[in-house]
């Protein structure tokens, strides 16, 4: 019934000792549940995926959650072959303080490559929304633009950079808004063994942030892999 999709689920145990949270330290044992559905049909792809999170960090209980969506559309027959997309991300903050119930969300082992290669932006009490314009000017050469606005989820908890820092004095400070970033990218295939990409991108930070000392900020990366 699925053809070529993917559907899947998982459990994991997460354990690590002398964790430290804004709100929780101690050891942190975590039970993760994760369901992901993947797929293509009719120019149309898709990846959709959830994670619960339960346990403990010291003596707090742990309940935090990520859901995070992308899907496209390709006019397949049109030159260059322009893919319409759209991503929306959100990871659970912890919204009371001082209370036994930790929200914040762990990322376990996140990659700066799900949003961008710069890594401003941690899976951590977020609201992420990317609309994004890809096209293939030739079967090797891929283009690719974004914009991707964020928000964290509850001003009663800081806004996180990677992996799952807290940046310093946000929080119970400021507003919701985080910042928005531009991003290009080039990926192309030289051979069957040697690729590369370059990729661009220019984060403009929120009142927050800048309140908090931050800035604006700048990532220029290049890429070259040789595989065999």
Do not use: C
Request: proline share 4%; charged share 20%.
């Amino acid at each position: 019934m699925l053809g070529t999709n993917e559907l899947s689920a998982y459990y994991s145990r997460y354990e690590l000792d002398d964790a430290h949270y804004l709100d929780a330290s101690g050891n942190e044992r975590r039970n993760i549940f994760d369901t992901r559905f993947a797929g293509a049909q009719n120019n149309w792809d898709w990846d959709l995926e959830a994670m619960g999170q339960t346990g403990d960090v010291g003596t707090k209980e742990v309940r935090a959650w990520a859901a995070g969506a992308r899907a496209g559309y390709t006019f397949a027959n049109e030159r260059w072959k322009p893919r319409v997309g759209m991503q929306v991300d959100a990871a659970s903050g912890d919204r009371h303080p001082g209370d036994n119930v930790l929200g914040t969300f762990n990322p376990l082992f996140p990659s700066g490559y799900y949003f961008a290669l710069a890594g401003y932006t941690g899976y951590v009490n977020l609201i992420h929304i990317k609309p994004s314009l890809t096209v293939k000017p030739t079967d090797k050469l891929t283009l690719m633009g974004a914009v991707g606005l964020q928000w964290r989820l509850t001003d009663m908890d800081a806004i996180y950079v990677q992996p799952n820092n807290p940046v310093p004095d946000t929080a119970q400070q400021g507003n919701r808004w985080s910042g928005v970033y531009g991003q290009t990218r080039a990926d192309n295939v030289f051979d069957a063994n040697l690729t590369g990409a370059v990729e661009f991108v220019q984060y403009e930070v929120g009142e927050t942030i800048q309140r908090a000392g931050g800035h604006s900020s700048t990532y220029l990366g290049v890429e070259l892999k040789y595989a065999w």
